[in-house]
């Protein structure tokens, strides 16, 4: 067996065998204002754990006050630029002054430990500074995605009953001002528990300010000492409601203890990251990306960080690349869409700038096929880099499978997240429970509790318990759908509620995607599965298409036979159609169910409760031209 494979096996299987021995030592890596019991006690209701229970700490003094407390107060925490071209430089010192002139804020607004504010910024320097001083306090944030409408804010603060509300006049997106305070008035006159809203002046247009309730935040005013209130390891740190591909949002909770625990060692562990690295994680912060690898992670390494607010095209496909050259970016860490929409632009952007600074690439939010993993290694990584591809989801609060570039490195194969993380009991077992044999698909489930798994969903036990735990009573059933290698290797093939099944066979959505995207002609695919009286299930694809193709029958001939010779007779798309673009969430992930819906003439109805009304909006208009198209 391969040394690296062996080596990742044995510490996994350690980790599982005495979590409480691992687990005190990696928590040993962080400070703690109390240690008192045991790390990890089962109890007999889901999550089935207990981390930290009575042991209590910090997650800001841990992101900043320990990193200026060991010298590192002059290193840059993040190098920040806006979309219309500020600049800005924060170092941990700054941050520590803008983090407690925000924790006065929310003192002043009457925030104690435990209260709910609600966060509704840009991707702007204010963001992860008021998420760290709600952490200060105590309280929970709920960090909203800027890009949501009014409709999307009321639910979510209604749901965490905030008191405070944190956003700004505006940010920048597409060349676009986004108007904010505009929508938080119209959200807030409509939340009885909002008492305080807080706000950045970001683009400088006018806004109301309403009397008694509305705060302008001041950059320039004295940053007070505000005490860093300690936490019990099963105290909430968090709310972030889930993009929603697949239904209402879910208020995912995350603790204090674990939740640091996992931030910091799957950092370490996954990037290697040292305080030289200048690392880019280039989601958005109100994604559990960002959340972890944007704030939580980075600042818990005391490492230097690339903060970008706007698109990637802005005002040219070059400006990654641009960034990447000016800061001197040694890690990229970006989604599968991301990587998809840089092929379609194509390979010269990159190409005219310096990216010799990268050591290291990662990819997360979807598998990633192939196709574009070889084109991120090939045009963005010199050739050689190593990509990290990582598997996990909001309810784990960090990455559960993928390459570790900290530790042993795997042999990597495009499409495969590899090995399981240290402590990760993760397994793909069939319908009823039972494992699969290596290289069948089937139901990822995780058996044992591990430190960042969530809490549990914000006032909804019934709904924790039904989505994560009744399928296989007893085990975290985590709603994807996988294959292992005899390597142990984990390649993740879509969402269990996407799978197709024909004439009794097991398809991964991901798996026909892969086989068509090979061709050169296709930028982008989604396989859905029609019902069809003989084998239950067909495949029907939506494809988009590279400039410069066009979508001939001869061309739709090609491609089922591409899937045929890649997968078999039986994976062959009855139809292949092309479409100009494919409905996707706010976070890039592309929406199946609504393609399945129209391709199926069902209503596609149901979206308004998942996403803004933007979105819905999109998706509608999206769903209408590919009804249209097909
Ligand atoms: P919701 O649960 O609200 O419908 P979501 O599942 O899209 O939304 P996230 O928690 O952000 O929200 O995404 C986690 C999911 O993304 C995983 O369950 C998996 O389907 C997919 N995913 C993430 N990373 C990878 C990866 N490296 N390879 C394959 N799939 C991935
Ligand atoms: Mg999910």
Known sequence: MDAAIDSVVRENRAALA?????????AEELDWSARSGPVFEATPE????????RWTTNLTANAIDRTIAQGGGERVAYHWEGENGDRRTVTYRDLDGDVRRWAGLLANAGVAAGDRIT?????????????????????VHSVVFAGFAEAALVDRIHDSASTVVVTADGGYRRGKELPLKPVVDRAVARCPTVRRVLVVRRTGSPVPMADGRDVWYDPAAPAPAVPAIPRAGG????????SGTTGRPKGVTHGTGGYMVWAHRTMRRVFGITPTDVFWCAADIGWVTGHTYIVYGPLLC????????????????????????????????????????????????????????LRLLGSVGEAINPEAWRWYRTHIGAGRLPIVDTWWQTETGGTMVSPQAGGALVPLAPGSATLPMPGVDIHVVHPDGTPVAPGDRGLVVIDRPWPGEMLGLWNDAARFRSVYFERFPGRYSAGDFARVDENGYFWFLGRADEVLKVAGHRLGTIELENALI????????????????????????V?????????????????????????GGLAEPRSVRFVRSLPKTRSGKIMRRVIAAVVRGDDVGDVSTLEDDATVDEVRAAAHSLRAEL
């Open 46 to 53: 889901p999550p089935y754990a207990h981390w930290f229970r």
């Open 119 to 139: 966060i509704y910024l840009p991707m702007i320097p204010e963001l992860p500074a008021a998420m760290l001083a709600s952490a200060r306090l105590g309280a």
């Open 18 to 26: 005495d979590p409480e021995t691992y687990w005190r030592t990696a």
């Open 235 to 242: 105290d909430p740190l968090f709310i972030l409601y889930t």
């Open 302 to 357: 005391g490492a230097t960080s690339l903060l970008y607010e706007g698109a990637p095209d802005q005002p040219t496909p070059a400006r990654w690349w641009e960034l990447i050259e000016r800061y001197r970016v040694s890690i990229l860490h970006t989604s599968p869409t991301a990587i998809r929409m840089h092929m379609s632009f194509g390979e010269r952007w990159a190409g005219a700038h310096d990216l010799g600074s």
């Open 518 to 541: 090979t061709h050169p002609a296709v930028a982008e695919s989604a396989v859905v599965g029609v019902p069809d009286e003989i084998r239950g299930e067909v495949p029907y694809a």
């Open 543 to 567: 494809v988009v298409l590279r400039p410069g193709f066009e979508g001939t029958p001869a061309l739709a001939k090609e491609l089922q036979q591409a899937v045929h010779t890649a997968i």
